[in-house]
């Protein structure tokens, strides 16, 4: 599964907007689309545990991505 996947299935089951998302996490906005669009694939780890975090996310999914 693939990260960007993984947080829009989580977002939209939380029912939350990006910009929210983005406001809880702390991860600027334009890093949270760059995902969702596949602009960026990957992320520093700190913003990967906000993200996380703030999704209520186990990281142990984090096994689970398709890094490639």
Do not use: C, H, Q
Not at 33 to 50: A, C, D, E, F
Not at 57 to 64: C, G, Q
């Amino acid at each position: 599964m693939k990260l960007a996947k993984i947080i829009d299935d989580r977002v939209k089951e939380l029912n939350l907007s990006y910009y929210r998302l983005s406001k809880i996490s702390g991860v600027p906005l334009n890093t949270l689309y760059s995902i969702k669009n596949g602009v960026r694939k990957v992320l520093t780890l700190r913003n990967t545990i906000k993200i996380f975090d703030a999704l209520e996310l186990d990281l142990n999914e984090l096994k689970k991505i398709d890094w490639k």
